[in-house]
């Protein structure tokens, strides 16, 4: 009988960012469809906590540090060959217009979001073709589809982070790896909180008034297109709240 937390029976899949949110919830869609989830992120403890859960594995990630990035693919070649990965990893930093705009902030929101999963995917490309049916999905936004007033910093990082992941699309052809890029408009998560500063009554005034979506709305859709035939590659889902038109445009009750 072979354990069901052996990554050799299972296949690998990589989640970044996976400590909260759209991650931790990933982490958990994609070990209920039979993968052995890897769970990235800096929040060991929370990590470690959904890793036990979902019977997957926890490693320290940072993604705007080269080394652990390093270190972490070292430690997930030591579990097998990565099949799938979800360069999740990243958000926001404040609202600044562009005449105030904040350099730390946009730093650190084009570190995590672009350079993180430029960092990452680069770090476990060899593994997902060597695999024979990889799979890389990235969780842009509809931020990289649109822009918004106060938010050049995120817009222009997943305008970024998406044409990275676009690029891949042609410069894989030929290679047995598929790529999802999935753009969500409004999710309840610690999104809004970190954008804010860990401003708890700023950030619920994102979300008053309207459904948001889920971070499991998010993660079934990843698991969808992770469970398609090797031969169909869903190349863009954007998923919104029935409640929101734009990224600023809102029907709030
Ligand atoms: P969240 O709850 O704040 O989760 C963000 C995750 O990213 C956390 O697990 C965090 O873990 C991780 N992370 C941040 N910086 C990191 C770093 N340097 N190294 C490793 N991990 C890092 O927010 P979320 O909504 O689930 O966000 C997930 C993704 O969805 C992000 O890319 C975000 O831009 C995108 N998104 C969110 C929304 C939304 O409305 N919520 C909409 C569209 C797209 P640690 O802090 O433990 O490292």
Redesign the pocket.
């Known amino acids: 009988m072979t354990s069901p937390t052996d990554p050799a029976d299972r296949p690998l899949v990589v989640v ?9 919830a990933t982490a958990r869609a994609l070990a209920a469809d039979g993968w052995h989830p890897v769970l ?4 060991q403890d ?2 470690a906590e959904i890793a036990d859960e979902v019977g997957g594995t926890a490693l320290p ?4 540090d080269a080394g652990s990035v390093e270190e972490f693919a070292r430690r997930v070649r030591e579990l097998g060959t990565a099949r799938g990965l979800v360069n ?5 930093k404040g609202t600044e217009k562009v005449l105030e705009a904040d350099e730390e902030h946009w730093r650190w929101m084009w ?3 672009v350079l ?1 999963t430029l960092r990452v995917t680069k770090a476990l490309l060899p593994d997902l073709i060597a695999s024979g049916d990889g799979h890389i999905v990235t ?5 990289g589809l649109e822009v918004y007033d106060g938010g050049s910093g995120y817009t222009s990082a ?1 305008h970024a982070e998406g044409a990275l992941h676009r690029t891949l699309r042609g410069e894989l052809l030929g290679e047995p790896v598929r790529l999802t890029e999935i ?12 954008r804010f500063d860990g401003d708890q009554e700023r950030a619920d005034k994102v979300y008053a008034g309207i459904t ?1 979506l889920t ?1 499991d709305d998010v993660a079934a859709t990843v698991a969808f297109v992770m469970s398609r035939p090797p031969h169909v590659n869903i190349d863009t889902v954007v998923l919104k709240p029935r409640d929101q038109a734009t990224g600023m445009r809102f029907h709030r009750t």
């Open positions: 970044t960012g996976a400590s909260s949110g759209i991650g931790a990235g992120a800096r929040r929370r990590l990630l940072d993604v705007t999740n990893a990243g958000g926001a570190e995590s979001n993180g969780i842009t936004s509809i931020a997943k753009a969500p408009g409004a999710v309840e998560t610690e999104f809004a909180l970190v948001p971070a």
